[in-house]
C-alpha cells in the first residue's frame, strides 16, 4: 500500500503486517514526480518487500 498518510504508518504499528506500506512523504507533488520518487527509491523497495520483519517504508521527497 502506497500512502501519503500517516494513519497508515501508525496503523502498521499497532497492528503490524500485511499490508506493508510505503509512506510517501513530500509535498505538492505531481503523480509524474511521485512515479519518478518511486522509480528512484525501486531498490530499497524491493529490500523492504523481502524483509518480512517490516511493516513501513518511509521515502521522502522534495
Known amino acids: ?3 501519503f498518510d500517516a494513519d497508515f ?3 502498521s504499528i499497532v497492528w503490524k503486517h500485511p499490508p506493508k506500506i510505503i509512506w ?3 509535498i505538492d507533488q505531481t ?3 511521485i ?3 518511486v522509480r528512484k527509491h525501486q531498490q ?3 529490500y523492504f518487500n523481502a ?3 517490516l511493516s513501513c ?3 521522502i521527497g522534495n
Open 35 to 37: 512515479e519518478i520518487l
Open 44 to 46: 530499497d523497495i524491493a
Open 31 to 33: 503523480t509524474q514526480e
Open 24 to 26: 510517501i512523504r513530500s
Open 57 to 59: 517504508l518511509e521515502i
Open 1 to 3: 500500500m502506497v500512502s
Open 9 to 11: 504508518y501508525h496503523f
Open 51 to 53: 524483509d518480512l520483519d
